[in-house]
């Protein structure tokens, strides 16, 4: 017995893998906005727990990306890839490689520029920042999600044609 499209969909606490990349996109967006509000004196103290490695990672060089702040490009990315997940979770787009394919291309370069964050935070500054984890994990998490969802649209065009 095959699944139908939409049973093959409902993986993820009963989420298709795009409104699961939409929620997890989401909070993090929210996370990050925090961070940037933070940065730019609009947010209040910043809740990090002991050691101050939230404030030590986000004042160092690595907390700025070509002198644009690392926490505005988590927002305004996670932001991205939250309404591209939405719009490919639209009914009529729901099976098309399209919207696969740009999470992909947003999620994939997250990956890497996370990368260097991380290395910046541990290698060089030797410190832990608990929100920067929270969104090294999640880019993670959406890295596997969206090539689950890349094989998922590929059945289904194999499928069709």
Not at 75 to 85: E, K, P, R, V
Request: hydrophobic share 55%; with cysteine; proline share 3%.
């Amino acid at each position: 017995m095959t699944d139908t499209p939409s049973e093959r969909r409902a993986r993820l606490l009963g989420l298709s893998y795009r409104q699961f990349i939409a929620v997890v996109a989401l909070i993090n967006l929210f996370v990050a906005a925090y961070l940037h509000l933070w940065k730019i004196g609009m947010a209040g103290t910043l809740a990090c727990g002991e050691g101050h490695g939230c404030a030590l990672a986000q004042m160092s060089s690595f907390g700025w990306f070509l002198g644009v702040d690392v926490a505005l490009i988590g927002a305004l990315g996670y932001a991205l890839i939250f309404a591209t997940a939405i719009i490919g979770s639209l009914p009529e787009r729901e099976d098309a490689r399209g919207p696969a394919l740009a999470l992909a291309a947003l999620v994939y370069p997250a990956i890497l520029f996370t990368l260097r964050l991380k290395y910046g935070e541990f290698i060089v500054l030797q410190t832990f920042c608990p929100w920067c984890a929270i969104s090294a994990v999640s880019v993670t998490l959406l890295g596997v999600i969206v090539a689950l969802e890349l094989r998922r649209t590929r059945i289904v065009a194999a499928r069709r044609s």
